[in-house]
């Protein structure tokens, strides 16, 4: 039987396996490391639907290295919206996923995490890029599968809300769909 | 007629002869045959109504209105993206267009182990040429393959492998790709255009933003209450009753079993939501010096069936080709960063092959999570995943064989081979774990089983639950097995066939 489908993992199961960072997110709250995001803060929107104005930033965040930097003249993350776009969507998400996503923007950010995943003790939004993408691949090729879940929901999401643009489309030679001429 | 959410303006009191939960293949084909036999018939379709005037053929627009939970449902573990419609029509609206037969080695299986009766291939043979001929169903001529579609019959030949056309539901079609974000052309003669306009002029009335939350069973009739969303903001407005002697649930495999067991219903065999089933997909992408435009012209119209019972097991794989828009080529490539930037950057070179795997030792279950939406789980087993290993070579071969210069597979680590030489051994090297090779379903199956014994089924041979009289299955899941081909054109012969019944014997099953 395959190692790791061998198991049924139930998002019961994949919360069970979070808790153990869950009981520690109390403390890692506590952790002096965001000062970059306080004058960030007052970039977010308001009337953000799911995100509080901290998770958008995080978000946008994480966004930006899953998608990749882009070159001159193409778009990036800010450009397409992706962190507003992003916040619209899941705000329409099942009850259970927002919880999820939630608790793991707290553990994917948090200083006590990185350290303990990566041995570093800064936030995520507070690494240079080529450590945010270290951290990122860390949890796409980690050997607990609540990692890889983490990461695969959230290059779900920021890929959707990017490629979904239209804005995004001339960079990769996608033309559009050829629609009935009285709707062109 | 059709009712929208946006026209009700308080809560709704109806009484039926037949109330349909499910508007897709199973729900649209059961309608109209009921309604032709003069029942009054009330469908239920938790998603909106849509016309091909409201389809842009962009991405956004189809996953935020027609798919289940935006395209984003999965497994639990997001191992395992399950696409399905959820929209009048259902699937039927956003699927490629396959239609094809059950194969015999699997009818014959449902007869042989799970006491079906029938559904044989004679028995089906009248239900299958009036679906065909219902839905224009023919094969493409030779021009009209697309390169994605080409590369599978150029490539399967030359490796000495069985390919060829597939049926396909549609009338005057110009090819523009669309088919998965809905038809903006009517050409694609899915439920929502055929069976539902056919069901409403024969009486039948579909209401559109109604979700069904619960059965009641009474010694009188059955009741079937639910919320009624705003088709805009999706928000409850305000709720639903709907009275009937017979009720046929047509979710789905993912919420039909939802339904039931939120109702306590037809699960005396404690099989209820097992043995789901998802005829499991992964992929290639080969990378060619010319044009693939993957996204343009026919999306589905050639398989390779070399693989499919090959070891008579009831098992192996398939091969199709699937259209290539951008947000499914983007989530489906490995990586992220620069590295997964620059390879989207070959998008117009792409053609892309899904293999699906017909499974045999594999399966998963429904359940039903805190907030009473469906929580799915699947675990691949061993046979299963060695098919979707060969699966996945035999595909790159394939696209070498075709003039891929190059060809990547979905590990979420980056695995290209150069040559065909490199593929076995980087295979074999590679990670098969949940969320480390990209998986997707458009077929999941087999969540409310049909078979002869009550004990290991949950309903019959014309798909009325063993437990309550007068309710009834009609969809996807009550196949017993996975079919190893795209389900439409079984469901709704198996749709045609049971409500054709249910009509015949309609006062005995009202009375009991």
Known sequence: MNAFHDRVTTRRKFLKETLFGVAFLSVSRLMPSEALLAGELSQVPKNLLFFSPREYLIFESVAERIIGLPRPGQPGVKDVGVASRADEFLAGADPEVQDQLHQLFTVFNAPFFTFLFDLRFVSFVNMSGPDKDSYILDWMTSKFGFRRTAFQALKRVSLSMFYTDSRSWKEIGYEGMFMPEDRR | ??????????????????????????????????????????????????????????????????????????????AVTVLQGRCVGGSSTVNWTTSLRTPDFVLEAWRRDYGVRGLSSKELEPYFERVERYLSIHNEPVENHNPNNRLILDGAKKLGFRASAVGRNTKDCVKAGACGLGCPYDAKQSVDITYIPDAVKKGATVFANFRANKIEVTSKTKRVSGIVFDHQTQKPKTNFIIEAPVVIVAASAINSPVLLLKSNLANSSGELGKNLTFHLTSAVLGVFDEIMYGAGGIPQSAMSDEFLNKNHDGGGFWLEAVPVYPTLAALALPGFG???????????????????????DSNGRVTVNDHGRASISYTLRDKDLGYLKQGVAVGARVQFAAGAKRVITLHARLTEFNSPDEIDHKLAASNWGMNEIGLYSAHPLGTCRMGSDPRKSIVDDHCQTHDVKGLFVIDGSVTPTSLGVNPQVTILAIAEKSAEWIAGNFTDIKAR
């Open chain 2, 1 to 78: 007629m059709i009712v929208r959410s946006s026209e009700i303006n308080g809560p709704v009191r109806e009484s039926a002869d037949v109330c349909i939960v499910g508007s897709g293949c199973g729900g649209g084909a059961s309608a109209k045959v009921l309604a032709e036999a003069g029942k009054k018939v009330i469908v239920v379709e938790e998603g909106g109504y849509y016309t091909s005037k409201d389809f842009d053929a962009t991405e956004q627009t189809a996953y935020q209105h027609l798919y289940q939970q935006r395209a984003g449902q999965a497994t639990d573990d997001l």
């Open chain 2, 338 to 360: 620069s590295i997964h930037r620059e390879l989207l950057h070959q998008y117009p070179h792409i053609g892309a092959t899904i293999i699906l795997v017909k499974e045999t």
